[in-house]
């Protein structure tokens, strides 16, 4: 059964600082790993998808990759803004399967 | 307009009550997707559908029941509540490519 950590739970930075947020998974047989961000009381949304082909994605100020032999995807903050506070969520999709599995997500505030 | 809407977007109701929440989409994908999430526990798939004559339980499906009405329409069921059922509910969609999934605002449902 595939199962997706996310440490830490929560962290807090300065404005500026570059950032890095890790998800790890199980079974390394996955089709795509996505990454999420969720505000207080509102949905997901989608940040940057890596099919298992790939090896990261690029998108503004985030920068996610992916290494399915070790388990491991981690998510790139540049520059990071209080505008990025946030929970961040990562979700495997495995080979065959067709639901996301997600992590419990990791808490972002960003300190002005 | 948003592409996924879901209403209502927050509801309390008693143990024992039958309650709907619709979702609707516009952006024309054929996958539907129920999930709930609590705190500490993450997002867990309740039932998927990839088109109007398919329907599939997730991984828990248990005291809910779903209905898709059409393809820009899937409904989710409790047909007698119990205040376990209290969490936020996410209606979400995808197409066959790409796998991303798009997620409505969620619905907070409480049962007392």
């Known amino acids: 059964k595939q199962e997706v950590t996310q440490i830490p739970a929560a962290l807090s930075v300065p404005e500026g600082e570059n950032l890095v947020l890790n998800c790890s998974f199980t079974d390394s047989a996955i089709y795509n790993l996505q990454w999420f961000r969720q505000d207080p009381g509102k949905g997901l949304t989608s940040l940057l998808l890596i099919q298992s082909s790939q090896r990261e994605q690029t998108s503004g100020r985030l920068n996610a990759s992916l290494d399915k032999s070790s388990g491991r995807s981690t998510l790139y903050i540049a520059a990071s803004q209080p505008g990025d506070s946030a929970t961040y969520l990562c979700a495997v999709r495995d080979q065959g399967a067709q639901k996301l599995v997600f992590g419990q997500g990791t808490r972002l505030t960003i300190n002005p | 307009d948003a592409d996924v809407t879901q209403t209502p977007r927050n509801r309390i109701t008693k143990t024992g009550k039958r309650i709907m929440l619709e979702c609707s989409q516009t952006k024309g994908h054929d996958r539907m997707y129920w999930y709930r999430q609590d705190p500490g526990l993450g997002l867990r798939l309740i039932y998927y559908s990839f088109d109007v004559k398919d329907i599939n339980k997730g991984e828990i499906s248990d005291g809910y029941s779903v209905s898709r009405q059409a393809q820009a329409k899937f409904s989710l069921s409790l047909e007698s509540a119990i205040p376990n059922q209290t969490a936020l509910y996410f209606c979400?969609?995808?197409?066959f490519g790409a796998g991303t999934q798009y997620f409505g605002p969620g619905t907070r449902l409480l049962v007392l």
């Open positions: 979400a969609t995808s197409d």
